[in-house]
């Protein structure tokens, strides 16, 4: 194994359904402990039905699996990569077991999730912790590597997509195409605890910057909570209609808050939005997420090399620093919801 801190890699994802017969089991997996009414989760198990009852998730992350491979290959650290999910197979508790059969001690986390806050950070490393529990002292140490948001391997690839999603539109109509970056909605008490509102707002403002977007702004989408609960707003939607009304008729839809086209992205913006901007007469374009790009996969390679080497640059571009590398223990804490 490479001279180093850590003796293996561990990609960490929410996971997905395989087939119509897992949707339902997933999304009660999704859906344990919180307040979501059943209702929601049948509406949401119809999205998965329009295709195929299949999540693309899975094999996005395979395809980032094995460009991560090739790339600790090519360029070091020559260090294992596993992968496990919270949500689906394979599942952490049984990824962590095939790891400690293996022997491996240490390993670096990496999360598909490039912002802080409960859900996208704190979660996972409970999720890692409570797999490892069964294992005792065969069980490896885990250490999550910090969020990207910032980062040039994560904002350049995305820039270069809103870009070519502005160069769809004639250079007359360029400078008033509003770009509406989104994310997943998350409850207001989890957003109050945590940086993810600013970390989306610094990562929307320095990818406008670099791709020549004039009009943006950060909206949201897929909440799924109770009518009740408060959650962050706008709603893509809701915006889009907004935006109707002052007579916009073109804009770019920007993923900003995923890595890859999974089922929030297919079904929320390729489905719903798309279709409500064809009913209002708005030429919508959604631009692409990062996936495997290769100048994002060498992203995560140096994420993981800074780490391994215990070098002391963290790189990071904009107005916010790199983010920690060890969480505080107040850090992104559980909405009153979650908390035992």
């Keep these: 194994m490479s001279e180093g801190l850590y003796d293996a890699v561990l990609l960490v994802s929410f996971g997905g359904p395989d087939g119509p017969d897992d949707v339902l089991p997933f999304l009660e997996n999704v859906l344990r402990g919180r307040n979501v ?10 999205h998965y039905q329009h295709f195929g009852g299949k999540s693309p998730i899975n094999e996005q992350n395979l395809a980032l699996l094995a460009a991560l491979r090739g790339e600790l290959t090519r360029r070091g650290p020559a260090l294992p990569v596993y992968w496990g999910n919270r949500n689906w197979h394979p599942l952490l508790t ?6 400690a059969d293996a022997g491996v001690r240490r390993a670096l986390a990496f999360v598909t999730s490039a912002y802080s806050s409960y859900s996208g950070c704190r979660q996972y490393r409970e999720n890692i912790a409570a797999a490892c529990a ?5 069980a490896p140490q885990v250490d999550k590597i910090r969020v990207f948001f910032n980062h040039p391997g994560f904002v350049e690839p995305m820039a270069s997509r809103v870009r ?5 539109f004639a250079p007359v109509d360029r400078p008033s195409v509003p770009v509406l970056f989104t994310a997943h909605s998350i409850p ?3 957003a109050e605890g945590c940086r993810y509102v600013r970390q989306l707002t610094e990562a929307s403002r320095l990818v406008a910057g670099q791709s020549g977007a004039s009009t943006w702004e950060l909206v ?7 009518p009740t609960q408060p959650w962050l707003e706008p709603d893509v939607c809701d915006r889009i209609r907004s935006l109707h009304a002052t007579g916009v008729r073109r804009l770019v839809v920007a993923p900003i808050g995923f890595i890859s086209d999974h089922m929030e992205v297919l079904y ?3 489905t ?3 279709d409500l901007c064809r009913e209002l007469g708005i030429e919508m374009v959604r631009a692409e997420t990062v996936g495997t790009d290769p100048e994002f996969v060498a992203m995560v390679r140096d994420l993981i090399a800074e780490r391994h080497f215990a070098e002391p640059t963290r790189v990071a571009i904009g107005e916010l620093p790199a983010s920690h590398d060890v969480c505080p223990l107040d850090c992104c804490p559980a909405p009153a919801s979650r908390r035992p």
């Excluded at 009414?37 to 119809?46: D, F, G, Q, S, T």
């Excluded at 069964?134 to 065969?138: E, Y």
């Excluded at 949201?220 to 109770?226: I, N, V």
């Design 188 to 190: 207001t008490t989890m």
């Design 268 to 270: 929320d913006l390729d």
């Design 94 to 99: 049984d990824t962590l077991r095939e790891m």
């Design 134 to 138: 069964p294992l005792g002292d065969r």
């Design 37 to 46: 009414p059943r209702e929601r989760m049948l509406e949401v198990a119809e």
């Design 220 to 226: 949201y989408q897929s909440r799924s909570g109770p």
């Design 272 to 274: 719903e939005a798309a």
């Design 164 to 168: 070519a999603s502005l160069d769809r």
